[in-house]
């Protein structure tokens, strides 16, 4: 298994004077633990998660999510809750995670890994040992006038390679996880141009 860098993360004191600035369980996951995941070894993400080694993976994965969060409180959720479904996008394998409804604004409704290898460039000597992978979140928002049926607010985002956060503006107008997909693929699309 794969380390977890703490580095980055705020908030690692476990008394209550500190307990403020610790990140949330859902943002954890989502925003921290899965894009560096993502970042450092994505071939182990896309793989564990279609194999056996699946639950232990994941219980290791929110013990550390767990280590780092309990001193703010308990989580509303457990990873459990959390769905992984291996899928594509265009011709790029992708790993959506569906979360527990959100309770804070930028929590993730949903994410999705994209590994920028094409499916079936299985040569050993075409596969890079470590390959792009792109992480997209669907965000929760403030409400947004442009979805008045949903009843809240989203946010397409992005987590880059050294951990950046960019926000594409607002989400899809209905929710759900093919929109979700729909609006990553148009965003790794090639824009075309007028001839």
């Not at 994209?114 to 299985?122: D, E, Y």
Request: glycine share 6%.
């Amino acid at each position: 298994m794969t380390s977890i860098d703490t580095e980055d993360v705020k908030g690692e004191a476990a008394d209550d004077e500190q307990a403020h600035t610790t990140p949330r369980h859902h943002y954890m996951l989502a925003h921290i633990v899965l894009p560096q995941l993502c970042r450092e070894n994505p071939y182990l993400l896309f793989n564990v998660i279609i194999s056996p080694e699946k639950e232990e993976f994941l219980a290791h994965t929110w013990k550390y999510v767990r280590t780092m969060c309990d001193p703010a409180g308990e989580p509303s959720f457990s990873i459990e809750d959390v769905r992984f479904v291996p899928t594509r996008i265009g011709d790029f394998p992708a790993l959506v995670a569906l979360f527990p409804r959100p309770e804070a604004i930028t929590d993730a409704l949903m994410a999705v890994a994209v590994l920028m290898v094409p499916l079936g460039s299985g040569e050993p000597s075409h596969i890079e040992e470590n390959p792009e992978c792109r992480y997209f979140t669907l965000e929760f928002a403030l409400p947004n006038p442009e979805q008045p049926d949903e009843g809240l607010g989203t946010m397409l985002c992005e987590w880059g390679k050294e951990g950046t956060h960019v926000n594409y503006g607002p989400g899809p107008d209905k929710i759900s996880p093919q929109t979700f997909l729909d609006a990553v693929e148009k965003l790794l699309s090639p824009i075309e141009q007028p001839a």
